[in-house]
């Protein structure tokens, strides 16, 4: 065991034990610009406990830390609060190695562990609102079921008043800092809202029921510690209530223009739409999705109210990169839009009826005509697409 990885104190009995991913950029799908930690904590009350593991590559940087506080073989009984393996994937073998009395988990948990693991022992299974005593202090425990998976589940310790949220209010951020307000608040603020729109957005009914029950646990939160980035350690509340704003849906007076192009053509509509919008007060952000990535359109569609989709068609189809983001967003199930198609075509120009298509199944609502252009947009097409970004600008006013 090395010296190098020290655990880090985030409360008096509870300390900081995982670890830090600085290199990875994609999370399953998402773009992790800025890499990401996985987040276990030590609890050293009589009965020394283990929350959450970390990704199978980063096990010994675990031990290592939990080593710089106790010996692990003193760990009695460990926490599993969700089953996704960047979280589980190191309990086989912290199972091995530690051999604890009992490992907890939701009942989903313990089903999803067993269809994951051939583990060394038995989960124990706790249901919502039970209480594990861990000898000098009580751990209660809360299922949050689909948030974001199944298994999915809470915990608070009532001497640190300290809430273990699992994903629920974390974000993908590698830094040496564990708390916080030691962190540029405009990466707290962007990273926290790209993880939301990325993670968590289709749940956003379930957020706000679950952040109508937090509050009828009665617990008196001190500091909110997830399992990817940073401890909430000042003002925890403040995340909850940018949850509840989120989860809302309720856009602004924005627009993104997403498109992708073969000869610049859909390229200059799409410029040309985002005069239009803008020409009428509204915010807009224009994507070129050659040169974006598919979780920058996400984070970029948490307070649009509208989605402007460009496309040629290729192939009787729409472009890839425009079926990969449309796709993406469909899955995280956005409300409250309206949204328009354009693009180009050379001979059949199915793409507009695609991206149309896929509007609708999102339940954003077509909000302007069309603009489909032949081959090269003369000036006569491009004051349609001014027109039509103005078009859809006028219905977002109205809609918000
Ligand atoms: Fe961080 Fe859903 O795993």
Request: some cysteine; aromatic content about 8%.
């Amino acid at each position: 065991m090395n010296d190098v990885f020290q655990a880090v104190k985030i409360t008096d009995h509870v300390y900081w034990v995982g670890a830090i991913d600085w290199n990875i950029r994609d999370f399953h799908g998402y773009r992790t610009h800025r890499g990401s930690t996985y987040n276990a904590y030590l609890v050293v009350a009589d009965h020394v406990a283990l929350i959450d593991t970390v990704k199978v590559p980063f096990l010994e940087e675990m031990f290592a830390r939990i080593a710089s506080i106790v010996d692990p073989s003193k760990i009695r009984y460990i926490i599993s609060h969700h089953a996704e393996m960047d979280h589980s994937g190191g309990l086989p073998a912290a199972m091995e190695r530690i051999k604890p009395e009992r490992l907890f988990a939701s009942v989903m948990g313990g089903k999803a562990l067993k269809a994951h693991f051939d583990l060394p022992g038995e989960v124990t299974a706790v249901k919502d609102g039970e209480i594990l005593s861990l000898g000098n202090m009580n751990l209660a425990f809360h299922e949050t079921r689909m948030l974001h998976w199944p298994d999915s589940m809470a915990s608070f310790l009532d001497s640190d008043r300290i809430l273990f949220s699992q994903d629920a209010f974390g974000m993908h951020l590698a830094t040496a800092e564990r708390f916080a307000d030691e962190i540029n608040p405009e990466i707290i603020e962007h990273e926290a809202a790209t993880y939301f729109a990325n993670i968590l957005l289709p749940y956003s009914r379930l957020i706000e029921t679950l952040l109508d029950k937090v509050g009828d646990w009665g617990h008196d939160i001190g500091r909110i510690a997830p399992d990817h980035g940073p401890v909430w350690r000042k003002n925890p509340s403040s995340i909850l209530e940018q949850y509840g704003r989120w989860a809302a849906q309720r856009p602004q007076a924005k627009a993104i223009v997403l498109y992708d192009t073969m000869w610049k053509s859909t390229e200059k509509m799409a410029r040309a739409v985002a005069e239009g919008v803008a020409s009428r007060g509204v915010k807009v952000k224009v994507l070129s999705m050659a040169e974006n990535h598919r979780s920058d359109a996400a984070f970029e569609i948490l307070d649009s109210g509208a989605i402007i989709a460009g496309s040629p068609t290729l192939n009787n189809n729409i472009f890839p990169t425009m079926a990969d983001v449309m796709t993406y967003l469909k899955g995280l199930k956005p409300l409250n839009r309206v949204g328009a198609a354009f693009g180009s075509y050379g001979w059949s120009g199915e793409s507009i009826s695609h991206i149309q298509t896929i509007l609708s199944e999102m339940k954003v609502a077509i909000a302007c005509e069309p603009v489909k252009c032949l081959y090269v947009p003369d000036r006569k097409v491009l004051k349609q697409c001014y027109d039509l970004g103005s078009c859809v600008a006028d219905v977002v006013k109205k809609s918000i």
